[in-house]
């Protein structure tokens, strides 16, 4: 069983900054894709942005341009440096470990973008 960390949410001001950070206890880290994914209030699951084994990114459009992701092989830790944050941002954001078919999740950290 893999478990996944989530950590780094917190209120901030809207066209803050924060860095969401994702550790897993995978000794199989560096051949997992890692994606990010958010869920608002009243509303589905999102995917964010995926981070793939070889380091490749992609980003939904409605971040694009203001996250990055990021993955240190070395710690088992993905991370997602969010800029200028919007209160659409507002959600609580999960960590998505992905081998093959085989998904794990973790709990989720809190993202609030309000003044």
């Known amino acids: 069983q893999v478990r996944l960390v989530e950590s780094g949410g917190g209120l901030v001001q809207p066209g803050g900054s924060l860095r969401l950070a994702c550790t897993t206890s995978?000794?199989?880290?560096?051949?997992?894709?890692m994606g990010w994914y958010r869920q608002a209030p009243g509303k589905e699951r999102e995917w964010v942005a995926t981070i793939a084994v070889g380091g490749t990114t992609t980003y939904a459009d409605s971040v694009k341009g203001r996250f990055t992701s990021s993955r240190d092989n070395t710690k088992n830790t993905v991370y997602l440096e969010m800029f200028t944050l919007k209160p659409e941002d507002t959600a609580l954001y999960y960590c998505?470990?992905?081998?093959?078919?085989?998904?794990?999740w973790g709990q989720g950290t809190q993202v609030t973008v309000s003044s």
């Open positions: 998505r470990a992905q081998y093959g078919s085989i998904s794990y």
């Open positions: 995978a000794s199989h880290f560096s051949v997992l894709t």
